[in-house]
């Protein structure tokens, strides 16, 4: 099993990034797909899901309107476009799956990816 994230880089306040997630080893669209946040020394920040279809997504407060999450079953693979990036985006990326819908409380996930690095600075 495996979630291997990538598109992390550094940008500038105010621009846009498109992360990836692509899976493998496992039944990706029968999973709920997640996207989280880890920064150093700050608590972890429950992004964004999307349900098994694509059909059923959620946002954090902090990013909703900003970011988008999508999947694509066929490529088994999630998607999380982020625009507007702000200095307080900086942090490590990671995806997660898991076969039940947690919402954005819990990190009870079955699988996590290893993560990619956003860095937004002038």
């Known amino acids: 099993v495996q979630l291997v994230e990538s598109g992390g880089n550094l940008v500038q306040p105010g621009g846009s990034l498109r992360l990836s997630c692509e899976a493998s080893?496992?039944?990706?669209?029968?999973?709920?797909m997640y996207w989280v946040r880890q920064a150093p020394g700050k608590e972890r920040v429950f992004l964004a899901t999307?349900?098994?279809?694509?059909?059923?997504?959620s946002y954090g407060a902090s990013v909703k309107g900003r970011f988008t999450i999508s999947r694509d079953n066929v490529k088994n693979t999630a998607y999380l476009q982020m625009n507007s990036l702000n200095p307080e985006d900086t942090g490590v990326y990671y995806c997660?799956?898991?076969?039940?819908?947690?919402?954005?409380?819990?990190?009870?996930?079955?699988?996590w990816g290893q993560g990619t690095q956003v860095t937004v600075s002038s």
């Open positions: 997660a799956a898991t076969i039940k819908n947690l919402g954005l409380s819990s990190d009870e996930y079955d699988y």
């Open positions: 080893g496992f039944s990706f669209s029968i999973y709920w």
């Open positions: 999307i349900s098994r279809s694509g059909g059923t997504t």
